[in-house]
């Protein structure tokens, strides 16, 4: 299995974390998006939309999407939930940290980051939500060791991606202390 990936991106490395952890053999395909790799023809061949991550299995078919990813990556696996509720729970977060998180936290940091924008000069509304999606984590988080019940599952993996590294895009961890003491504990799990 050949995993396209870009390392500065938090929906790339929650594929590499979820393959580490549970132990399944893969070749990591550096597709920086910086440098316009994922736009070259050979990999829009692969991928029409353009993006990464991208998973290309031994038999040729291909799957993007980090959450359609790692979800098929754990499949029978401790990191989704055999509870019925709690499954649907994990799902919830996955679907909230791309629709109500990632749009707002990974979107800061690429620009402040990568880009070299002032925090200043971001949409305010990018703030503003970011601000909200990392308060709304923190208070679930507060009494709590992980997202769903008490083990690790992609609920964490998928959030602790770009969570982890907010302060790059102008977000002061400081004023989340539950996020804070969660990150510590997903990136122990996951050796990272």
């Given amino acids: 299995m050949r995993v396209y990936g870009d390392s500065i991106s938090g929906n790339c490395l929650k594929v590499k974390w979820t393959a580490d952890l549970l132990g399944i053999r893969h070749e990591w395909i550096e597709t920086s998006v910086l440098d316009g790799a994922t736009r070259t023809p050979d990999f829009l061949a692969m ?16 799957l993007a999407q980090s ?39 990974a979107v800061a940091r690429f620009q402040v980051h990568y880009l ?12 503003e939500r970011g601000k909200g999606a990392l308060k709304l984590l923190d208070e ?25 590294v907010a302060d790059e895009g102008g977000f002061e961890l400081g004023d989340y202390p539950a996020v804070r003491r969660w990150i510590g504990r997903v990136e122990e799990a996951l050796g990272i």
């Avoid at 991928?47 to 291909?62: K, M, S």
């Avoid at 098929?72 to 998180?101: C, N, T, V």
């Avoid at 070299?116 to 703030?127: F, I, N, Q, T």
């Avoid at 679930?140 to 993996?157: M, N, P, W």
């Fill in 47 to 62: 991928n029409p939309a353009g993006q990464v991550p991208l998973v290309r299995y031994d038999d040729g078919r291909t």
């Fill in 67 to 105: 959450n359609a990813i790692i979800l098929s990556l754990a499949e029978g696996s401790a990191l989704i939930p055999a509870d019925a509720h709690q499954r649907a729970k994990m799902l919830e977060w996955l679907f909230w940290e791309q629709y109500s998180h990632e749009p707002y936290v």
């Fill in 116 to 127: 070299g924008k002032a925090v200043a000069d971001l949409e305010p509304r990018v703030v």
């Fill in 140 to 164: 679930q988080l507060t009494g709590r060791t992980f997202l769903v019940g008490d083990a690790l599952s992609l609920a964490d993996i998928a959030l602790v991606a770009y969570t982890r």
